[in-house]
Each structure stands twice: as structure tokens, then as C-alpha cells.
């Protein structure tokens, strides 16, 4: 079946510094990839929409210049936290949709940032 | 997706049991919805999903239901095992991809 691969999968990195995740679809073309936030317990906050080639569509409240997102390829999108600061710690998940099994969107693992 | 940052809701259930999990939706327009699982630590795992034309579709052990009148997404699941405790997502899409909207998620617990 269609995979999703995220990495890293765990990160901590110092407070001010940008750290990187990156969003593989392993066997099929993503036409769109999504990314998320999520806190423990609590359900998926979607953060931003990329389709390839195009910018992202940011939900509001979701600072673009924070998170960056590109999305270069069919196969591959990137969302680079900047200045990361405390607050920034979460589970980060991306998922992904093309033409493969009727439409279904996959899931990544997650990347569980942690900001010191 | 939206979705609503909330503290999920907890069904438990004795094993052996049939489990029924709930979802309302929101979009008229959306045309395809899925059940997503959920493990601690983990990325959400595709369970199984229905579109707008049908309202019944069965997997394995699972079922769900899809009421368009009301707007209601159901997810059954049959003879649940302690491997089914996890948190579980309805997600309504259009399939022109450009909306995903999450439910907020119930925590199903299986007493042994």
C-alpha cells in the first residue's frame, strides 16, 4: 500500500534555531500534501495546504514566515520551523493525496519536535 | 483540516463487545470521508473510507455508516480486541483536496 515517510522522527534542537522535517510519498505521486499540528490529546490542527510547484495555503493563525513549507516535488514536501522557540514542541504530521487507491490520503508517522 | 482543539471524548468498551464511534460533519459539499486510527505516538493509519453515493461500506471487522441527512459518520467495529484501544478520526473531504476537515477524535479504551 501507499506510504507516507517522515523524518526526523524525533528532534530536539535549541531555542532559536530552524529544524527542518521533511514528507516522502514513497510509491505514489502527492499532488497535495498536507501538514499538521497536534498536541497530546487533542485532535489534528491543519496548518497548510501544498499542492507541487505552488505556494501553500496557510490556515489562519498559522504563521507562513514561521513555518515553511515547499513542496518541490510529486514526492516531496519539507516544513521548516524557524526560530523555533518552546512553544513550537508538538507532534508535527504531514499526509499526503494523488492518484493511487481512489484518492486516499495517507498518513506520515509524525516527527515529534522537541524546542530547549 | 479545521478541526477543534478540545480534549477528545473516551468510549469504553469490554472486549468481546461491538464498538460504535460517532462523528457529526460539517460540509454538505464534502463527498468523501474516512476513518483514520490513531496510537499514542504514532501518525494517524487509514482504516477504511466511503464516499458520498454510498452509505454503507464493510471491512474487516469495521463498518461504517454514512447518513447524509443529518450529516453523520459512524464507525463500527466488531468483537473489539485491546490492539483496537486508540483514538479515532472521521476526516470529510472534497476531493478536489482543497478542504480536509477532521473531527475532534474519540478515545476508544478496551477493558480486558
Known amino acids: 500500500g501507499a506510504v507516507v515517510s517522515q523524518h526526523p522522527s524525533w528532534v530536539i534542537c535549541k531555542s532559536g534555531t530552524s529544524v527542518k522535517i521533511e514528507c516522502r510519498s514513497l510509491?505514489?505521486?502527492?499532488?497535495?500534501m498536507f501538514w499538521y499540528r497536534q498536541f497530546p490529546k487533542q485532535s489534528l490542527m491543519l496548518m497548510a495546504t501544498s499542492n507541487e510547484g505552488s505556494k501553500a495555503t496557510y490556515e489562519q493563525g498559522v504563521e507562513k514566515d514561521k513555518f515553511l513549507i515547499n513542496h518541490a516535488s510529486l514526492t516531496l514536501s519539507t516544513l521548516t520551523v524557524t526560530s523555533a522557540h518552546p512553544e513550537d514542541s508538538s507532534f508535527y504530521i504531514c499526509?499526503?493525496?494523488?492518484?493511487?487507491?481512489?484518492?486516499?490520503?495517507?498518513f506520515g508517522e509524525g516527527s515529534w519536535l522537541t524546542v530547549v | 483540516g479545521e478541526s477543534v482543539g478540545l480534549h477528545l471524548p473516551t468510549l469504553s468498551v469490554q472486549e468481546g463487545d461491538n464498538s460504535i464511534i460517532n462523528c457529526a460533519y460539517s460540509n454538505s459539499a464534502s463527498d468523501y470521508f474516512i476513518w483514520y486510527k490513531q496510537e499514542s505516538g504514532k501518525g494517524p493509519q487509514f482504516i477504511i473510507d466511503?464516499?458520498?453515493?454510498?452509505d454503507k461500506r464493510q471491512g474487516q471487522r469495521v463498518t461504517v455508516l454514512l447518513n447524509k441527512t443529518v450529516k453523520h459518520l459512524s464507525l463500527q467495529i466488531a468483537a473489539t480486541q485491546p490492539g483496537d484501544s486508540a483514538v479515532y478520526f472521521c476526516?470529510?473531504?472534497?476531493?478536489?483536496?482543497?478542504?480536509?476537515?477532521f473531527g475532534p477524535g474519540t478515545s476508544l479504551s478496551v477493558i480486558p
Open positions: 476526516a470529510e473531504i472534497r476531493t478536489s483536496y482543497d478542504k480536509v476537515i
Open positions: 466511503i464516499r458520498s453515493n454510498m
Open positions: 499526509s499526503a493525496a494523488g492518484h493511487f487507491s481512489g484518492n486516499t490520503i495517507y
Open positions: 510509491d505514489f505521486q502527492a499532488t497535495t
